[in-house]
Structure formats: C-alpha cells, structure tokens
C-alpha cells in the first residue's frame, strides 16, 4: 500500500476501513453459522499472509531516501517520536485500561508501537503537508519496526511469557526478511525490464489489491476464531476507550514536538500525520508469525485499524484550522527566517 500517488491513498484508506467492516461480519457469520468452512478458513492464512507481506515488501521505494537526505532533522525528530515517546505512551494507556486482559493489552501495544508506512501520506496531503518528505519515512519506520519489535515484545508484553529470541530471530528471517528480498528483487527487476511509466502500473495494481488482501485476512480470523471472540466482547468497548486515549495524548505529543522544534506547518502536518497512524497491517503479520493461535491479540489489531481511519479524517481538519490561525510561536519563525 506504499505506491499510490498521495492523492489516491486517502480512497485507498477509505476502502481498506469499508473492506474490514464487510470482512469482520462475513467472517464471523461464517465462523458462528458454519463452524466447519469458518474453522478451515482459520487454518489456511499461511497463503494470504505470504500474498501480504510480498505486497508491502514489492511496494517499498528506497531511492527517495537519497532524495530527502537534506532533511535529517525532521526525520531524527520523527523516528524518536514515533519508536520512544510514542511507544511509552502506548505502554502506558495498555496498562493503564487493559491490564486485567492481558492478551488485549499485548494486541494493543503492538499496535500502539508501530508507525504506518502506507495511508498516512494521503492524509498528510489533505492537510497540506509535505508529503515527498513522508515517502522517505516509509522505509525507515518499516526497516526499525521489524527490528525493534522483538525488543518491544519483550519490554512492553511481559504477559506472553518467555519467548525465545532466536525464534523470533528465525521467524523474522524466513517470512520477512527472505520475502522482503524477493519482493524487492522483483521491485527493480520489473522496474528495469519494464520502464518507469509501465512499472508504475504494476506498483498501482499491487496497491490496490493489498487493501482486499488485508481483508481476506481478517475475515480468515474472525472466522476461525469468533468463538474466542466473542467471549471477550463486553471488553472491546474498553479496548476501543484506550486507542480514543491514545490518539488524544499522541496528538499533544505531535503539538508539543512541533512547536517545541519550531516546525513550519507541512512539516508539522506531516509529523501529526506519520505520529497519528498506525501500521496494523504488517504488525497483524508478524503478529500471526510469532504469536500463532492468538486470536484476541489479532482482534485487537483489527480493532485500532477500524478506530484510526475516523481519527486521521478527523485530525485532518483540525490541522487545516491550525494553518489559518497558527500559533504564536511558528508565526515568530517565521518572521525570524524572513
């Protein structure tokens, strides 16, 4: 979901939230109405996580991060928000609502610690921010979200016991690292053989197949796992309680960061932006790899996904009705620097 052009991610977001929806109920109607096909769906996800990861992977464009190279303060300000001050937040909230779920609460964190590397750029572009600096945060935010979540699980998820970090190590390596090679390879192997302009219409196909994949996933746990699911339903408002908390304490975050680094508004837009989504996406594949047979973790991936899209549409228009009244402090910048 990486290659669309900023001004087609955001319908690419709105579809990725309508396709969960759809394929939250028809899997657990699946799952409660045929227990049999709802159970053999669960059991057959290998294929669709593969089909997910190898489109995320393929979609990745490293050449940008030659092309911002200038803007290394922004970025140093977006990566320690987004893997110390946003994880301890995330950590924070978890506990603080979900300690007595464990199994949530690890779902929850995994999603609060990882930052999105797809839709939030459609979003920065509706709000007027620099959204060619945000291409080169992509590979970034994927590169030390799959290196720091072995840490993470470790640090923040002490309730799923011990986990051994080799086979983590292992994991990683067989379903990311080797299919992020492949998918790569295939990147700029086609992108050489086929011409830019050509290329470009296999990146836009990968995207816009990826929101149905991520679907078809869903709809595979909730079918294979409604059961589960349902038992724990009555928490779910809680869970839903914690990620409104979260997404009110990162955006002060995002505000204080800004206003604290003088930042100019589409740098500040951007920063809001990349700080505000999450990429449940591939944490829900890794997740899967891991964690295997844990399905309210799964859940409560889903769950953040089904929150964040309102949340950016509305945080959107609050920054818009920033840049016409901007504060103090960034007004003062900005006379300064003229």
């Given at each position: 979901m990486l290659t669309l052009s900023s001004r087609d991610r955001l319908p690419a977001a709105t579809l990725t939230s309508s396709l969960l929806v759809m394929a939250i109920i028809i899997g657990a109607l699946l799952g409660h109405f045929a227990p049999d096909r709802g159970q053999w769906l669960g059991d057959n996800v290998d294929t669709t996580l593969l089909t997910m990861i190898g489109l995320l992977f393929f979609s990745v464009r490293l050449d940008v991060l030659a092309q911002q190279a200038g803007n290394l303060r922004f970025i140093a300000i977006a990566v320690v928000a987004n893997f110390i001050f946003v994880p301890l937040i995330g950590y924070g909230v978890a506990s603080l609502f979900m300690a007595a779920h464990p199994l949530l609460m690890v779902g929850l964190v995994i999603y609060f610690v990882s930052p999105c590397t797809d839709w939030f750029l459609g979003f920065t572009r509706l709000a007027g921010g620099n959204v060619a600096l945000g291409m080169a945060l992509i590979p970034i935010n994927m590169a030390l979200q799959l290196l720091l979540y072995p840490f993470y699980l470790q640090w923040f998820t002490p309730h799923t016991g011990a986990i051994d970090p080799q086979l983590i190590a292992t994991t990683l390596l067989h379903w990311f690292l080797l299919p992020a090679i492949a998918a790569l390879t295939l990147h700029y192997t086609l992108r050489f053989m086929l011409g830019e302009q050509r290329f470009e219409q296999c990146l836009t196909f990968a995207d816009r197949a990826t929101p149905w994949v991520i679907a078809l996933l869903v709809l595979q746990i909730f079918a294979g796992n409604i059961a589960s699911i349902l038992?724990?339903?009555y928490v779910f408002a809680w869970l839903l309680l914690s990620v409104f908390v979260f997404f009110v304490l990162t955006f002060l975050l995002s505000e204080a960061l800004s206003r604290g680094c003088c930042l100019d508004y589409p740098e500040h837009a951007l920063l809001t932006m990349t700080i505000a989504a999450r990429n449940a996406p591939l944490m829900l594949a890794?997740?899967?790899?891991?964690?295997?047979?844990?399905?309210?973790?799964y859940a409560a991936l889903v769950m953040g996904?089904?929150?964040e899209f309102p949340h950016l549409t509305l945080l959107?228009?609050?920054?818009?009705?920033?840049?016409?009244?901007?504060?103090?402090?960034r007004w003062l910048h900005r006379r300064n620097s003229g």
């Amino acid at each position: 979901m990486l290659t669309l052009s900023s001004r087609d991610r955001l319908p690419a977001a709105t579809l990725t939230s309508s396709l969960l929806v759809m394929a939250i109920i028809i899997g657990a109607l699946l799952g409660h109405f045929a227990p049999d096909r709802g159970q053999w769906l669960g059991d057959n996800v290998d294929t669709t996580l593969l089909t997910m990861i190898g489109l995320l992977f393929f979609s990745v464009r490293l050449d940008v991060l030659a092309q911002q190279a200038g803007n290394l303060r922004f970025i140093a300000i977006a990566v320690v928000a987004n893997f110390i001050f946003v994880p301890l937040i995330g950590y924070g909230v978890a506990s603080l609502f979900m300690a007595a779920h464990p199994l949530l609460m690890v779902g929850l964190v995994i999603y609060f610690v990882s930052p999105c590397t797809d839709w939030f750029l459609g979003f920065t572009r509706l709000a007027g921010g620099n959204v060619a600096l945000g291409m080169a945060l992509i590979p970034i935010n994927m590169a030390l979200q799959l290196l720091l979540y072995p840490f993470y699980l470790q640090w923040f998820t002490p309730h799923t016991g011990a986990i051994d970090p080799q086979l983590i190590a292992t994991t990683l390596l067989h379903w990311f690292l080797l299919p992020a090679i492949a998918a790569l390879t295939l990147h700029y192997t086609l992108r050489f053989m086929l011409g830019e302009q050509r290329f470009e219409q296999c990146l836009t196909f990968a995207d816009r197949a990826t929101p149905w994949v991520i679907a078809l996933l869903v709809l595979q746990i909730f079918a294979g796992n409604i059961a589960s699911i349902l038992a724990h339903r009555y928490v779910f408002a809680w869970l839903l309680l914690s990620v409104f908390v979260f997404f009110v304490l990162t955006f002060l975050l995002s505000e204080a960061l800004s206003r604290g680094c003088c930042l100019d508004y589409p740098e500040h837009a951007l920063l809001t932006m990349t700080i505000a989504a999450r990429n449940a996406p591939l944490m829900l594949a890794v997740t899967m790899t891991v964690l295997p047979g844990q399905p309210l973790i799964y859940a409560a991936l889903v769950m953040g996904m089904l929150v964040e899209f309102p949340h950016l549409t509305l945080l959107r228009r609050v920054l818009i009705v920033l840049e016409r009244h901007p504060y103090p402090s960034r007004w003062l910048h900005r006379r300064n620097s003229g």
